[in-house]
């Protein structure tokens, strides 16, 4: 089965830091690009940035380029979301998803999501 | 930046049909894919590449995509369809989703 299991969730003050992880099983993680998506409560989902298959590409939203770092550990079948500088706008639960190209790699759905994580940030 | 636009509301009665739009520059010359997210769980998609049905996701989900709009069509609307629907395009390498439509089943 197809599993994807987030961890590192928690409450942090303003300014701080966190890492996010991403256990994958059930398929060759090395093979797949990997994206991080959020929802803030109540709200609707925000896509935070993808990482390709061996590490060498990123890209981000705006709004958190420059603080947050994905990246991947394929020999651990895992993924990561360093979070700096946290602002309260960041609290969400964070998902993390694995791209599905369904053979026209420009359109990749986000196929399975895992559980979720929730970071609060506030004081 | 490029947004996604659905309407906030949709209700529909059971095994009527509800329409949900997503609307966006050009949407039609991109691929579009939807997601369906209940309460408490995570999102599942329900249509991707603008009208293809994963696996498992029954025949009253249809899509389309033509012009600035996509549409997610559900026939024979069902109780256990009611959630929040997200359309879902990428535009220069990066994901957008639309704002989301709670779909209620009365």
């Known amino acids: 089965e197809v599993q994807l299991v987030e961890s590192g969730g928690d409450l942090v003050q303003p300014g701080g830091s966190l890492r996010l992880s991403c256990a994958a099983s059930?398929?060759?993680?090395?093979?797949?690009?990997m994206s991080w998506v959020r929802q803030a409560p109540g709200k609707g989902l925000e896509w935070v940035g993808n990482?390709?298959?061996?590490?060498?590409?990123?890209e981000y939203v705006d709004s958190v380029r420059g603080r947050f770092t994905i990246s991947r550990d394929n020999a651990k079948n895992s993924l990561y979301l360093q979070m700096n500088s946290l602002r309260a706008e960041d609290t969400a639960v964070y998902y993390c998803?694995?791209?599905?190209?369904?053979?026209?790699?420009?359109?990749?759905?986000?196929?399975?999501w895992g559980q979720g994580t929730l970071v609060t940030v506030s004081s | 930046s490029y947004e996604l636009t659905q309407p906030p509301s949709v209700s529909v009665s059971p095994g009527q049909t509800a329409s949900i739009t997503c609307s966006g520059d050009?949407?039609?010359?991109?691929?579009a894919c939807w997601y369906q997210q209940k309460p408490g769980q995570s999102p599942v998609v329900v249509i991707y590449?603008?009208?293809r049905r994963p696996s498992g996701i029954p025949e009253r989900f249809s899509g389309s995509n033509s012009g600035n709009t996509a549409t997610l069509t559900i026939s024979g609307t069902q109780a256990m369809d009611e959630a929040d629907y997200y359309c879902?395009?990428?535009?220069?390498?990066?994901?957008?989703f639309g704002t989301g439509t709670k779909v209620t089943v009365l």
């Open positions: 998803a694995r791209h599905l190209d369904h053979g026209i790699a420009v359109a990749p759905t986000f196929d399975p």
């Open positions: 590449q603008d009208s």
């Open positions: 879902q395009a990428w535009d220069s390498s990066t994901a957008v």
């Open positions: 050009k949407l039609g010359d991109k691929y």
């Open positions: 059930g398929f060759t993680f090395s093979t797949y690009w």
């Open positions: 990482i390709k298959e061996d590490g060498s590409e990123k």
